[in-house]
Nanobody, 123 residues
């Protein structure tokens, strides 16, 4: 089974920075795209940033110029560097990974979610 574990969340004042990490472990052949999402209480998870296996990135408009997604393929880890944080950035941050596995001679892709890490930005 594949496990994703986020870390790096916490309490920070507006204008500050945090760096989130998400490490994947378990039965993994390869990891394709990795993404970060944010969820507020009672709402759906909103896409924030994504990165392909080749390193191409894309961002939601709300975080462009402030957040940077990166990955370390050797460590099966994706990062989210968050700068110039605003109170509206408060929420639970989740990583998602598209994982390829070889089962019974075939290749399959499954999506996995981490448990989430809380980010609170105060004004």
């Amino acid at each position: 089974q594949v496990q994703l574990v986020e870390s790096g969340g916490g309490l920070v004042q507006a204008g500050g920075s945090l760096r989130l990490s998400c490490a994947a472990s378990g039965s993994i052949f390869s990891i394709n795209a990795m993404r970060w999402f944010r969820q507020h209480l009672g709402k759906q998870r909103d896409f924030l940033a994504g990165i392909t296996s080749g390193g191409s990135t894309n961002y939601a408009d709300s975080v462009k110029g402030r957040f940077t997604i990166s990955r370390d393929n050797a460590k099966n880890t994706v990062y989210l560097q968050m700068n110039s944080l605003k109170p509206e950035d408060t929420g639970v941050y989740y990583c998602n990974a598209a994982v390829e596995k070889v089962i019974g001679g075939g290749t399959y892709e499954s999506r996995y979610w981490g448990q989430g890490t809380q980010v609170t930005v105060t004004s």
